[in-house]
């Protein structure tokens, strides 16, 4: 049989080609010349790599052909890798992302970084892709944990290549800190099934996985949920995701928060829906509260920011909320011995997930070339880019109505299948489970409509009005590489808006293999030929809502009474969010300060200046109080280390008999 006739060959084939492209891109970028061709060459074998991985993803999960690879003797452990259905999604999303992300790099490194560093930044991005592919393709624990932490160091190596300054130092640091304590989870979660699997293969865990007593079936899930939830940025374990992201470079940051926080969702559907078999009931009740809690704080925090990227970075610790509601209902619904449900919610989860993926990115992306044009990433500083960087605004505005969720868009579908699997609630009700589903209605609302008003808040001051300081009067023009993978981004929001059944088919085929029973259900098959209609309906109406108003009558602004408008006169970022942000006021720890000048007359000062400086509750609360400990505990610590060299026989000699009276009493 010749490889054209077997899809199988070809997927492997495929597979094999995409990381042997990301693998040798690396050694190109380090050895060639340093030309400005060269580097765009080396960029499209990174692109054709990934649009070549792209194709596998999708056809294994149209066909459910697997492809895999076992590259053991190569290693000193066991490192498999191997893309069955659920890894191919997750396959699929990072390299269709990470695509644009790449051709938008190009123009980036070119003026931002000397030679030098433009070649470590080519070197880096390829394997920081690579070690993703690496994780959610992994057929054992070892070479899942191989492919997690390097995507920890490629990252903090990638932030670091922006610059060295202590701000960015620190912030590194606190990054890599949690980073390590999340992978001592992930990796106690996979050794805890040991005790019943002869290693740690998926397919050896997958069999231990039912035999698991119930105490070791908790603590698999209690280290899952803490290892990839400080990897996701739930709260409270987000205190690095507005610290890293903000600082990296544009395309990491779309990556990380695009892609990057995906593995953690795959890491959290791998273990619980199948290494595990199923989730326990409890399960799902903990990630619903975590999923609800982190969304409504995270859009909350959002709605302060005026830094464009930390904006989103907290927007992205919402929208993993989102995607945890889901789950965390899937996993209700499976506990309870709804399958349909439980893969309607997953569904939404997942859907989501690729959602996310796309306008994150595109919105990052968006970020990176407004501060291209503008040298600034201050909401409060801009205005009236519209007009001046068209391309980037239009993109921008596709992706804040996606992350808004309005319809025609695809964040619209995947909230749609959220609302639509809590509202199913009211079955497990029936069946003695607790009223928790309908009120995460409440809570995905609130969300939804907090969202909506930060994302009109950031296009509207961003793009509309006047330009409120030169930079924005003078914005540059974008690259043509840029402006290209943001109308790939955006022209993706609105495809899977329109056309959701693209995804939702193969993932019908997907959930009725992690999700025993669910088969493929009239009502989910229904669901994936109604969306279609729903969402060209809304096209519909709004083309004919934009052909209706044919009359324009054109009138000068009212200026207040005075000769013309200035920009002074706009809204800003502060004044549109503060009546949102007076109502959830005990969420914003702000410390304010106000200086009069001078002191002893504070009714008749030359001068006043007012700072307001905001922490998170849990960074005030939880972490501040948390670091004083141990830096306190260290400094009594220190008085053990005396100098001198009886003492630390003296030590040696008496954790040796502590050790020989705890092997004594022990058995």
Known sequence: MSMTEDPRVMIQFGF?????????????????????????????????????????????????????????????????????????????????????????????????????????????????????????????????????????????????????????????????????????????????FLGQASNLTFE???????????????????????????????????????????????????????????????????????????PAGWTGYVVLLVGAVTAVLGILYALGEHDLKRLLAYSSVENIGLIYVALGAAMLFAATGLPTLAALAVIAALLHALNHAFFKSLLFLGAGAIHHSTHTLDIENLGGLQRRIPVVGVSCLIGCCAIAGLPVFNGFVGEWLMFKSLLAGGELHAIGGLPVLPLMIGVVGLVSGLSAACFVNVYGISFLGRPRTPQAHHADHTPRAMQVALVFLASGCVLLGIWPGLVLRPLLSLVAIIIPGAGTPSELQLISHVLPVLAGSMVALLLASLALPRVKRLTDTWACGLPELSPRMEYTASSFSKPIRSVFA??????????????????????????????????????????????????????????????????????????????????
């Open 16 to 192: 094999l080609l995409c990381l042997t492209g990301l693998l040798v891109a690396p050694l190109i970028s380090a050895t060639m010349r340093r030309s400005t061709s060269a580097r765009r060459a080396d960029a499209a074998f990174i692109i054709g790599s990934l649009l070549i991985g792209a194709a596998v993803g999708a056809a294994v999960l149209w066909h459910g052909e697997a492809a895999d690879l076992d590259l053991s003797r190569l290693a000193p452990f066991a490192l498999a890798l191997k893309v069955d259905r659920l890894s191919a999604f997750f396959f699929f999303l990072i390299c269709t992302v990470s695509a644009p992300v790449t051709l938008f790099s190009i123009p980036y490194a070119q003026q931002h970084y000397s030679e030098g560093r433009a070649t470590w930044f080519w070197v880096l991005l390829p394997l920081f892709v690579l070690s993703m592919v690496v994780v959610v393709t992994a057929a054992t624990g070892f070479a899942f944990l191989f492919g997690w932490e390097l995507m920890t160091l490629l990252s903090a190596a990638l932030i670091l290549l922006e610059g060295d300054s202590d701000d960015r130092r620190h912030n590194a640091f606190i990054y890599l800190l949690m980073m390590h304590v999340g992978a001592a989870a992930v990796a106690a979660c996979f050794f805890l």
């Open 204 to 278: 050896a865990m997958r069999s231990a996985g039912a035999s698991l007593t119930a105490n070791v079936r908790v603590w698999v899930f209690v280290t899952a949920m803490f290892g990839f939830g400080m990897k996701s940025g739930i709260v409270p374990l987000h205190l690095w995701l507005p610290r890293a992201h903000p600082i990296a470079p544009t395309p990491v940051s779309a990556l990380m928060s695009g892609v990057m926080l995906k593995t953690a969702v795959y890491g959290l559907v791998r273990i619980t829906f199948d290494l595990l078999g199923g």
């Open 586 to 667: 005990f969420v914003y720890r702000s410390d304010r300060k106000i200086e009069v000048t001078p002191a002893e007359e504070p009714y008749f000062p030359q001068a006043m200046s007012y700072r307001s400086a905001r922490t998170t509750s849990f960074e005030k609360s939880f972490y501040r109080p948390l670091v004083d400990t141990v830096i306190a505990a260290a400094q009594q610590l220190r008085r053990l280390q005396t100098g001198n060299v009886q003492v630390y026989l003296l030590y040696i000699f008496l954790t040796l008999v502590c050790l020989l009276f705890l092997l004594r009493f022990s058995r």
